[in-house]
């Protein structure tokens, strides 16, 4: 009897492992598939009201509310850079964050969307390892700029202030100053680093690149 309980336990667990083998391989093309899927939907669902004005390509033209969409959000990114577009933006930014239903879920997606954001790659030009917080363990952080000589501990090296995103919520962090020699630069983008310090490392840098 115990052996053909043996049997089933281990006939389950190969099955278990099979399902979930299979389950994983194909979740990321599934959920990207979704993604780009419900991403579509929501785009034509958006312009829909704009047939009503007559536009001839919308509805005859394969994909027209997709390549519609995409050529506002290049208008809207050309008007935003000669800030016309700007003020009416921050002004509904403003509102959103006076919203209490409204204001965490945009202030979420937002910080999540500056993380990735090319925008601000002045202020964080390189990614760079460090030792912290202890000699022998470290952490992945982003070079700011160099330290003035009235802050740095010593006038004779250079010191740069590195600021150490915490996980997952890298809007938050450490800001260190450390010598040059001890800052080993790491040779992949700021959107991989913010990935892989939002998932906890679970998210790797591409290195087939």
Known sequence: MNQKNNIFISFIDKVST???????CILP???TVAVFTITFRVLVSWLEPLKRFGLPFLGTVPYSEV??????????GMLYNIFILRPIIHAIENLFSKI????PVYSGIKKLVDAFSFQDKVSFTKVVRVEFPRPGIYSIGF????????IAPDTQQK???IFIPTTPN???GF???APEHQITVIEISRQEAMAMIISGGIIQPDTTK
């Open 18 to 24: 099979l399902f979930l083998n299979g389950l994983f």
């Open 29 to 31: 093309i599934t959920l």
């Open 67 to 76: 390549i519609l969409a995409i050529a506002i959000i290049f208008i809207a």
């Open 100 to 103: 209490p239903l409204i204001r």
């Open 143 to 150: 070079l700011a700029n160099q330290v003035d000589e009235k």
């Open 159 to 161: 010191y740069f202030s």
């Open 170 to 172: 890298p809007t938050s």
């Open 175 to 177: 800001l260190i100053v």
